[in-house]
Nanobody, 113 residues
Framework: VRLVESGGGLVQPGGSLRLSCAAS????????MGWYRQAPGKQRELVAA???????NYADSVKGRFTISRDNVKKTLYLQMNSLKPEDTAAYYC????????WGQGTQVTVSS
């Protein structure tokens, strides 16, 4: 499976972005998926996850601000990010929430005034 993330950019604090992750192949709909992020000098962390059935879970740091969703027909994962904070600055990646596929290139999110 190939994963291609997009939608990142530079945004002011309090702003919003919507990330997308397009998956190749035919297995996307079968698995729980997640959005991960990695800030400079820090480990990659899972910030949002969604099961194959659509149940969601969030890290405390993004709860109430981020919304994960999926379109199994389009084989695409989304992350709507609102009320962005400087500490959300990181490279964002999608992958399975479980045994990982090969990582994509990620998309950079920078929150700064």
């Amino acid at each position: 499976v190939r994963l291609v993330e997009s939608g990142g950019g530079l945004v002011q604090p309090g702003g919003s972005l919507r990330l997308s992750c397009a998956a190749s192949g035919n297995r996307f709909s079968l698995y729980a998926m997640g959005w991960y992020r990695q800030a400079p000098g820090k480990q990659r962390e899972l910030v949002a996850a969604i099961t194959a059935a659509g149940n969601t879970n969030y890290a405390d740091s993004v709860k109430g601000r981020f919304t994960i969703s999926r379109d199994n027909v389009k084989k695409t994962l989304y992350l709507q990010m609102n009320s962005l904070k400087p500490e959300d600055t990181a490279a964002y990646y999608c992958n399975r929430d479980g045994p990982l596929w090969t990582w994509g290139q990620g998309t950079q999110v920078t929150v700064s005034s």
